[in-house]
């Protein structure tokens, strides 16, 4: 058998393809069977044409808008005649890694420029405590009120200044709210805590939010929570038999027995 040129060798190739070719389609003719590839090929592009056709409308259309370069100062408004103290304050206490702060949005009780308080971070070891929960190493030995170092070698957690939180919204709601029936929207107020912080940091602030923490060194008695319950208010009494619940429509507001601001919202900060 002679060489053949590479000339000879292509065309022989393709003329055996095209034979090939010629043969499935007279067998799928004689089988009455579709090759649907070509269909295929011509569906799959046409979705592409028509996603990049909307990606295109999404990136290209003109939104008519525009941003300020910065926020109006907000102002505060009372409506006309009415009391502050029946008002909600929109007391807000924001803890970050390094203190907490007591300020309120209606500006009643400060703003976050001009904070009601200031509450710095405590519990080091030597400082004095009455509780494990004052310590950022959660051990506070009983016999010299000292926080110590963790006998089980527990991570060290942020303690802030509790009870000085506790005394500042005590003062508040006695200056606002005692002696008087109390409206309900005013227990409310807003927690907002950097996501670092720990939920047994949350949890002493949401407890000292909520009553009056005692002196030092001194065993805590709770206090009262206002409800809505409605048997409560057929009651001829509007504090329940155990002293843990109050009609708030009918009870004489006292803060030393009763909830500061339990009414407690999260917030994740500013938006």
Do not use: H
């Not at 095209?18 to 043969?23: K, V």
């Not at 509450?119 to 190493?137: H, L, Q, V």
């Amino acid at each position: 058998m002679g060489n053949l040129s590479a000339q000879r060798v292509r065309s022989k190739t393709r003329n055996a393809v095209r034979r090939r070719e010629d043969q499935i389609e007279q067998d799928e003719i004689e089988s009455g069977e579709i090759n649907l590839i070509p269909y295929l090929d011509i569906v799959t592009n046409l979705m592409l044409f028509l996603l990049f056709s909307i990606s295109a409308g999404i990136i290209f259309t003109q939104i008519d808008t525009s941003l300020p370069d910065k926020a109006p100062p907000s102002t505060v408004t009372q409506p006309i005649n009415q009391n502050p103290d029946e008002q909600p304050l929109k007391l807000i206490v924001s803890i970050t890694r390094d203190r907490m702060i007591l300020w309120s949005i209606s500006g009643l009780e400060g703003s976050l420029t001009a904070p009601k308080a200031t509450f710095p971070r405590t519990g080091r070891d030597g400082e004095s405590c009455d509780g494990n929960y004052m310590c950022e190493s959660n051990f506070c030995r009983n016999t010299t009120q000292k926080c110590e170092p963790s006998p089980a070698k527990e991570v060290p957690l942020p303690v802030f200044d509790y009870r000085g939180l506790s005394n500042a919204l005590f003062e508040i709601a006695n200056r606002r709210y005692a002696g008087k029936q109390r409206k309900a929207d005013t227990y409310q107020i807003i927690l907002m805590a950097d996501g670092a912080i720990p939920y047994n940091t949350v949890a002493s602030v949401m407890s000292a939010m909520r009553c009056k923490m005692p002196d030092f060194a001194k065993d805590t008695n709770g206090c009262a929570l206002p409800t809505e319950d409605p048997e409560l208010k057929k009651a001829k009494d509007p504090i329940s038999p155990d002293k843990r619940l109050y009609d708030t429509t009918r009870a004489t507001y006292d803060p030393k027995t009763m909830a500061l601001f339990s009414d407690i919202l999260f917030s994740s900060g500013f938006e």
